[in-house]
């Protein structure tokens, strides 16, 4: 059964940089099946796709966010991370990562989500 | 603003035939294939439909999916309480280069 866990901190100070690990459990990142994503959910409910990252490194990100967003990937510790920096309130959201596949909206398992909060 | 349009909420009473919408474009739900997700309270969205209409194992067949030009739709047939959650579509779309989001249906049962 593949599990995927995020973890972080909760609040995170306007204008740093929010760092957010998403351990995977039963699968492995570098299987070159499937790619690896963040998305995250505002307080009004709308999900907004972060981006995603591929074995190999290769990157793609939402141009909203692609200014500030870096996704890396650990393999041998079977995780991934999200960097997003200069954060303002309007990034408070709950993240979650999740298994996906390349240009199909097929995201399957997410993690539990972790809920940031930008404030001072 | 979302680039795929869904109602904000929908209702049904037990037993009824229920169908959210989502309404897209020609550079999203036009060309590319749509899924639909189920979010309870307190917990991560869950697949519930990919590739327009098939369902992961363990959906329930009272759950089907549709396209049609630049929109989409969800029925659930036989509708239950335990269906009553958020519902959200998603499809690539290639301007963006990335996935969208609809900004969810709240389906109650009455």
């Known amino acids: 059964q593949v599990q995927l866990q995020e973890s972080g901190p909760g609040l995170v100070q306007p204008s740093e940089t929010l760092t957010l690990i998403c351990t995977v459990s039963g699968d492995s990142v570098n299987s070159g099946t499937y790619f690896w994503s963040w998305i995250r959910q505002s307080p009004g409910k709308e999900l907004e796709w972060i981006g995603y990252i591929y074995y190999t490194g290769t990157t793609n990100y939402n141009p909203s966010l692609k200014s500030r967003v870096t996704i890396s990937m650990e393999t041998s510790k079977n995780q991934f991370s999200l960097e997003l920096s200069s954060v303002t309130a309007a990034d408070t959201a709950i993240y979650y990562c999740a298994r996906a596949m390349w240009k199909v909206p097929r995201f399957d398992p997410w993690g539990q989500g972790t809920l940031v909060t930008v404030s001072s | 603003q979302s680039l795929l349009t869904q109602p904000p909420s929908a209702s049904g009473t037990p037993g009824q035939r229920v169908t959210i919408s989502c309404s897209g474009s020609?550079?999203?739900?036009?060309?590319?294939?749509v899924a639909w997700y189920q979010q309870l309270p307190g917990t991560a969205p869950k697949l519930f439909i990919h590739?327009?209409?098939q369902r992961p194992s363990g959906v329930p067949d009272r759950f089907s999916g549709s396209k049609s030009g630049t929109s989409a739709s969800l029925a659930i047939s036989g509708l239950q309480s335990e269906d009553e959650a958020e519902y959200f579509c998603a499809a690539w779309d290639d301007s963006l280069n990335g996935v969208v989001f609809g900004g969810g249906t709240q389906l109650t049962v009455l």
């Open positions: 020609s550079s999203n739900i036009g060309i590319n294939a």
């Open positions: 590739t327009n209409n």
